[in-house]
């Protein structure tokens, strides 16, 4: 195989939140000095989930902390007690992830956590054959982009190798594309960053969460990717969406949004990079917007007036000759156009989201 660098693929989400949320005015770092691709919206199913660590050709968003193999065949690798470990040097530890950060714990009850986990690694198995490492090479922390109340996430830069390679801290697990990241697109996390959050299962080829509660579960979010952006918004379990009013339903309009899934089939209709304002729950537009893309329910666009894509400097293959044409097809007949034009107003949905022109 061969040992090509990490992918991201990203949506250029820009939005605001509510009055007072300082945490949404935080610049991301600059993006310097590493290969980075821009995917385009297209081809496999994750192409346009918007979450694809990547190992070689495997891309993945998550992984089972009691060594079942997730839909890549990817499992991590466990201990006599069938827990999935991380090893820091010749020590191992059983893997826990609570509430969105990593830790250890050994046999003795001492613990790897915070800045401890630098070096540590993890030991994936693909189709129950040991294979690649996933490495920990920095530690840092980010407020959420809606912080109510006050917290912080811990996020992580990931590094990877194979069986005949030496650990090299450039070969990340998660890069975005060479594009100048604005200020909230990547919600205060470093380009090379990856938050973890348990408990989700999400099916990626239908873009739907299931709503139940399974902690063996855990989710890489990359930055600027679809699941970072939903946990960063208090749109995950552990992210405390419920205490917050976000209901289930609430949280598939999100992620039905944000891929911009209209017909609710599981097909996006978006493109990294691809701007968009919107509103609900904990955010609020940041800036005046002109023009309603469409309104969301759990279920898709409940009607739609401009698709972004519309907007597009350049439409990917898969939608042409015309994006309308492309979403008449997958939906059957094309959603009704949005009622009321302002922005503002929710009418009757879920979220609203805008175009930016």
Not at 173 to 191: F, I, R, S, W
Request: aromatic share 8%; glycine share 10%.
């Amino acid at each position: 195989m061969s040992s090509t660098s990490s992918r991201v693929l990203f949506f250029g989400l820009v939005f605001g939140c509510t009055a007072g949320a300082t945490g949404c005015s935080l610049e991301s770092p600059p993006v310097s000095g590493r290969r980075q691709a821009l995917e385009t919206c297209h081809g496999p199913i994750w192409t346009c989930y918007a979450n694809s660590p990547e190992i070689d050709h495997y891309g993945f968003h998550d992984l089972n902390l009691v060594g079942r193999p997730n839909h890549q065949g990817i499992q991590l690798g466990t201990g006599d007690d069938g827990r999935a470990e991380i090893t820091h040097g010749d020590k191992h530890y059983r893997l826990e992830v609570k509430e969105g950060r990593l830790r250890g714990v050994n046999v003795f009850g001492a613990t790897l956590s915070g800045l401890g986990l630098v070096g540590a690694e993890l030991h994936l198995e693909i189709n129950g054959v040991p294979d690649y490492r996933i490495r920990i090479e920095e530690v840092h922390e980010v407020p959420y982009a809606v912080p109510y109340p006050d917290q912080a996430v811990e996020t992580y830069v990931f590094s990877w190798y194979g069986p005949k390679d030496e650990p090299d801290p450039k070969r990340l697990l998660c890069t975005v594309p060479e594009v100048a990241p604005g200020k909230h697109e990547l919600l205060g996390m470093g380009p090379d960053e990856t938050l973890v959050f348990e408990g989700e299962r999400i099916d990626a080829t239908r873009k739907v969460i299931s709503g139940a509660w399974e902690p063996d579960w855990i989710n890489l979010g990359c930055a600027g990717h679809t699941l970072a952006k939903m946990h960063l918004t208090r749109h995950t379990v552990v992210s405390n969406a419920s205490a917050l009013g976000i209901e289930l339903a609430d949280r598939q309009a999100t992620l039905k949004m944000l891929v911009a899934d209209y017909c609710g089939t599981g097909r996006p209709f978006t493109q990294a990079g691809q701007p968009l304002y919107w509103r609900g729950g904990l955010v609020d537009y940041v800036a005046t917007t002109q023009q309603v893309e469409a309104r969301w329910t759990e279920k898709g666009a409940a009607c739609l007036t401009a698709p972004r894509l519309k907007y597009a400097d350049q439409l990917p293959e898969d939608f042409q000759p015309d994006i309308w044409t492309a979403i008449e097809a997958e939906c059957g007949a094309l959603p009704p156009t949005c009622g009321s034009q302002d922005p503002r107003d929710f009418d009757g949905a879920r979220r609203v989201s805008a175009n930016p022109h």
